[in-house]
């Protein structure tokens, strides 16, 4: 599967963004689903996950409620709604694919085998 996250921009401290990560090929519905964050000087890290079916969902601690991961298996597409968005926040984010069988959420990034190109989030203060 071919991942194209897009979405990112400029937003000021308690603003709102929705990235959309669109997939290509066949069976996206057999894909486990995450986003990552990776900030300047920083190593990546995971931000939310999500299986297959989209029952199950798994989110960093720093979310701390203000970001909620969706997708959609018809439209193959991933989301990563996002709200009251603090300059922490800024990073360049990427959507990441994994084969699975079952209900799994993964937060390891070396789980995922597909990688989107990023889009970058910038919040200002």
């Known amino acids: 599967v071919q991942l194209q996250a897009s979405g990112g921009g400029l937003v000021q401290t308690g603003g709102s963004l929705r990235l959309s990560c669109a997939a290509s090929g066949r069976h996206f519905d057999n894909y486990a689903m995450g986003w990552f964050r990776q900030a300047p000087g920083k190593e990546r890290a995971f931000v939310a996950g999500?299986?297959?079916?989209?029952?199950?969902?798994k989110y960093a601690d720093f979310v701390k409620g203000r970001f909620t991961i969706a997708r959609d298996n018809h439209e193959n597409t991933l989301y990563l709604h996002m709200n009251n968005l603090e300059p922490e926040d800024t990073a360049v984010y990427y959507c990441?694919?994994?084969?699975?069988?079952?209900?799994?959420?993964?937060?390891?990034?070396?789980?995922?085998?597909?990688w989107g190109q990023g889009t970058q989030v910038t919040v200002s203060s």
């Open positions: 990441a694919a994994t084969w699975d069988h079952g209900r799994a959420v993964y937060s390891d990034q070396y789980a995922y085998n597909n």
């Open positions: 999500i299986n297959r079916s989209g029952s199950n969902t």
